[in-house]
């Protein structure tokens, strides 16, 4: 019979227990501080908060730039209105009965 040193006996029986208690903290830190763990989801809640605002205010400006291409359709038959608005700030005109007030900036 092999002679079995008190070191290697007490490694053959704290082994099995030592190595399910390093799984289990490793397993615990990344549940946690981890790139998927509790903390993470925190920040990655802000950002998706933060994201769907930045969504909503592009829907909305989306709204209006469709909304003024609408009314410039061709086919429907073009707005005056924006027709004039456009004309007026693309050629820089002004009709003769009109004042203009120059502002210094």
């Known amino acids: 019979m092999k ?3 008190p070191f290697q006996a007490l490694l053959r029986r704290a082994g099995l227990p030592a190595a399910v208690l390093i799984a289990i903290a490793f397993f615990a830190y990344n549940a946690v501080l981890g790139p ?3 903390v993470a989801a925190k920040e990655v809640k802000r950002d998706l908060e933060q994201k769907n605002q930045e969504y909503a ?3 909305k400006k989306r709204a209006e730039i469709k909304n003024r291409v609408d009314l410039l359709d061709p086919k429907r ?3 005056p209105d924006m027709v004039e608005e456009l004309a007026r700030k693309q050629l820089n005109v ?3 009965d009109e004042v203009i007030v120059p502002l210094n900036k």
Request: charge should be positive.
């Open 3 to 5: 002679r079995v040193s």
């Open 36 to 38: 998927n763990g509790i």
């Open 57 to 59: 205010a592009l829907q």
């Open 77 to 79: 038959g073009a707005d």
């Open 94 to 96: 002004v009709r003769p």
